[in-house]
Structures are given as structure tokens and as C-alpha cells.
């Protein structure tokens, strides 16, 4: 699959600024529809702004109305009253609705998580949402992705430009996973709600770290375009955080960033041979495609390598890992658990992506 439409779909800050590369057709299937016929925007990595709320973000008391917050955007927003018809345009911002006890009328094409709200009605892609569809529904307010808009600030206009108020949410860590739910559970009154979440949230990555038993492992989570390019996850990817979070060693973390695709780093087989990692973390990005850890293992090149003598290349789920960052960021801590306590034999499926709100 072409990561320029990859990455676009749910970037992690990290969309592709070669327009030559883009094919949303291939994302329209492979990743929900949920995209649009435009080249990607450059966009940099900085880190996401940290929201704030008056009063503290861990208070599970009621909100109180009117409401001033600043969003993960870094604006100042102000709800005047409990949100009760809300448009959430990306995955991320449908899932962060929904862990604060909310629900949304509206969503972006690609949503399918969690199941009752596949029912909303569906505003045009992340990428493109409709205005006019939007306002259709008569919202009160709008959630839309802090990481998008940076790649895509007509987004941004276009949202704003709808008179609703509009809330950003987003994550590319472990810690905008965390800020993202203390800011939802205040603007919908869920606080109690989300701090569950957070609550478990942390449960899984301590589990995951019991896993692990003690024992120091390097691991890389690997993807690869419609070229058959690899590509390696640094510590500032999304799925290099999670492993960060874990203490595992990422020997990928000191590689030069692609010019392409910041956070990854173009991974030749010959560099791939040099990190043997123990275990591989193996993202296929196009379901139609065969799945990209036993395709590794097959490569004759690859065949002394650490984790395929030892059957420890691992079918990462695409969601967990790379396309929908938020609170299932559990099952991803739980996908790694699950990693490790397997017994070796032969590329293993991570965890589903339905499970943990």
C-alpha cells in the first residue's frame, strides 16, 4: 500500500508530502473509504499541544457550564452548555467521544469503532468533511483531530468556519492518549467515565510490563509501502512510543528520519540484518496484501534473523498500531503482552481491535 494514502489516513503527524506517491484508492478499501482525491500537505512532527481545562483535568466532579478549555490544538474554546448533539470527524475524535460517555450524530467515513456508532451518519472523510453535512444535523458542538489539522489546516478553516464550537483532539503518544481523555471527560461531563479508561489504560501497560518479565528485548515495528519499501518505527513513532513505554529497546530509535515519512526511517534489508531485533513487530497496511510478517519470514535474506529463527515476528493489528491512536491504546499494551507470553511458533497475530474503551 502506498504510505503517502497510509499515513494520510490516520497520520500520527506524519503525512506524506510527495504528492507523486499519492493512491486513495487503495486506502478507500483497504482503510474504510475514509479519505480524499488530494495529495497529502507537509506537515511537521511538533509535538501536540497539551490541552487545559479550569479546574484540575482529574477531578471526577461535574462540570460546570459555560466551560473554558484549550483544546490539543492550543485554542481557547468555550462550550456553554453540556454537548448533547456532537459531530466527531476522525476515528480517534469518535473514540475519544465515546470514552467520555458521549455519543456522536455525525462521523467521518471510515469509522467502524465502536459499533453503535456506525450507525451516525456519515459527514465525508476525515480528510474532507462536509461542512454542509454537518450543519445538516444541527450540532453542538464539533470534535475534530489535532493531528490532522496540521497537516491540513483548510480542515481546520472549514470546521471553524461551521459557527459551532469545535473541540481538537488527537494523540501520537502514550501521553496525548492520556491528555485527549482528561479533555473529553471534561467537555462532556465524563470525567468518572475517562479516568476509568485511563485507569485501565494503565493496568494493560502494567501487565504488559510483568510480561516481559524482567527481561530486556529490542524490538521494531516494521511496515512497508506499495514498493515493497520497509520502513522502521522510531521511538517518536506511535508504535515506537508504545514500545518506549514498555522499556523495550528500539534499536531503530537513532536512524535518520525519511524524508517521506517522519518517525520512520527508511529500512533497507541490509540495515534491517544489522538491528536483528528480537522481535518484529509486523504492520501490514493493506488487508488485500498478504500479511507482512510471514512474507519476512520467507525472504531468504532474512533468514537468520533473530526473530525469525525464534518465530518472534508478530502480525501487528493495523488500528492498534498505527491508524486509529486512542484509548485502545490498551489493547495495543495488551497486543504486546500477549506477544510475549506466546510460545514461538511462527508469526502471531496481535490482539483484536474491538475491544477496550
Known amino acids: 500500500m502506498d504510505l503517502t494514502s497510509l499515513f494520510r489516513r490516520r497520520t500520527r503527524a506524519i503525512f506524506l508530502a510527495a504528492a507523486a506517491l499519492a493512491a486513495v484508492s487503495l486506502v478507500a478499501s483497504a482503510c474504510g473509504g475514509d479519505d480524499d482525491s488530494t495529495a497529502a500537505k507537509t ?5 501536540t499541544t497539551g490541552a487545559q481545562v479550569s479546574g484540575t483535568s482529574q477531578s471526577t466532579s461535574a462540570t460546570s457550564y459555560p466551560l473554558k478549555v484549550k483544546d490539543m490544538a492550543g485554542r481557547d474554546v468555550e462550550i456553554k452548555a453540556k454537548p448533547k448533539t456532537i459531530v466527531a470527524v476522525s476515528p480517534t475524535a469518535v473514540e475519544m467521544v465515546y ?7 455525525g462521523r467521518s467515513s471510515s469509522v467502524d469503532f465502536p459499533a453503535e456508532a456506525k450507525s451516525a451518519t456519515d459527514v465525508g472523510s476525515a480528510y474532507k468533511p462536509s461542512a454542509e453535512k454537518i450543519l445538516q444535523l444541527k450540532p453542538d458542538l464539533i470534535v475534530g483531530d489535532s493531528v490532522i489539522i496540521r497537516a491540513m489546516p483548510d480542515i481546520k478553516t472549514a470546521l471553524d468556519g461551521t459557527g459551532v464550537p ?4 488527537g494523540a501520537e503518544s502514550y501521553q496525548d ?5 482528561d479533555l473529553m471527560g471534561k467537555v462532556l461531563d465524563g470525567a468518572a467515565k475517562t479516568n476509568q479508561v485511563k485507569a485501565n489504560i494503565e493496568k494493560a501497560k502494567t501487565e504488559a510490563k510483568a510480561a516481559l518479565g524482567g527481561k530486556s528485548y529490542s524490538v521494531v515495528g516494521i511496515t512497508a509501502d506499495q514498493n515493497q519499501q520497509l520502513y522502521a518505527g522510531k521511538e517518536n513513532s506511535y508504535v515506537g512510543d508504545i ?4 522499556g523495550l529497546a528500539n534499536p531503530a530509535k537513532d536512524m535518520p528520519d525519511s524524508p517521506q515519512v517522519p518517525g520512520y526511517s527508511v529500512l533497507p534489508p541490509e540495515k534491517l540484518l544489522q538491528l536483528n531485533p528480537d522481535y518484529i513487530f509486523a504492520i501490514t497496511p493493506d488487508p488485500r496484501a498478504p500479511a507482512l510478517g510471514p512474507t519476512l519470514a ?3 535474506a532474512f533468514k537468520d534473523l533473530k526473530a525469525i529463527t525464534a518465530n518472534r515476528v508478530i502480525d501487528a493489528n493495523v488500528e492498534l498500531f498505527l491508524l486509529a491512536p486512542g484509548p485502545r491504546i490498551a489493547d495495543a499494551f495488551k497486543a504486546v503482552a500477549a506477544a510475549f507470553a506466546a510460545p514461538a511458533s511462527g508469526a502471531t497475530p496481535a490482539a483484536s ?3 477496550s474503551r
Open 177 to 181: 492518549v492520556l491528555t485527549g481523555l
Open 243 to 246: 514500545m518506549k513505554q514498555l
Open 166 to 169: 469545535v473541540v481538537y483532539v
Open 99 to 105: 470514552a467520555a460517555g458521549g455519543a456522536v450524530v
Open 353 to 355: 481491535a474491538t475491544t
Open 298 to 300: 520467507k525472504i531468504p
Open 43 to 47: 506537515a511537521t512532527t511538533a509535538p
